[in-house]
Nanobody
Framework: QVQLVESGGGLVQPGGSLRLSCAAS????????MSWYRQAPGKERELVAV???????NYADSVKGRFTISRDNAKNTAYLQMNSLKPEDTAVFYC??????????WGQGTQVIVSS
C-alpha cells in the first residue's frame, strides 16, 4: 500500500524557517521524482519544487533562493527546507511522487502558516 506522510508544518513568524518531511512507503522511492506542491486558500494548487530520481531540482520562481528540496533514498524521505518565510507562503503543502508515464501519488498535506 502506497503511503506518503507529510510532517513538519506549523505556525512560524515571517522570516522564520521550517523543514517539511515526506515519508514514503509502498513503492520504490529511489525511482520516483518527488515534488512539493502547495495550495493557498482560494487558489489553485501550484508546484513549489521537484527533485528527480537523478537528483536534479527545479523551483518555482517565488521560492528560489529560499527553499531547498532534498531526498534521502536510504530513509525513503523527501524534504523541503523553507527559509525566510513570508506570509504569502501560507498554504497546505503536499508531497507528490511520480514516475513519468504512470499515475502519481499524493500525501494528505501539512499546513504551514506564516504570521506574526
Amino acid at each position: 500500500q502506497v503511503q506518503l506522510v507529510e510532517s513538519g508544518g506549523g505556525l512560524v513568524q515571517p522570516g522564520g524557517s521550517l523543514r517539511l518531511s515526506c515519508a514514503a512507503s509502498g513503492f520504490t522511492f529511489s525511482n520516483y521524482a518527488m515534488s512539493w506542491y502547495r495550495q493557498a486558500p482560494g487558489k489553485e494548487r501550484e508546484l513549489v519544487a521537484v527533485i528527480r530520481a537523478g537528483g536534479s531540482t527545479n523551483y518555482a520562481d517565488s521560492v528560489k533562493g529560499r527553499f531547498t528540496i532534498s531526498r534521502d533514498n536510504a530513509k525513503n524521505t523527501a524534504y523541503l527546507q523553507m527559509n525566510s518565510l513570508k506570509p504569502e507562503d501560507t498554504a497546505v503543502f503536499y508531497c507528490y511522487a511520480r514516475v513519468p508515464g504512470y499515475p502519481g501519488y499524493w500525501g494528505q498535506g501539512t499546513q504551514v502558516i506564516v504570521s506574526s
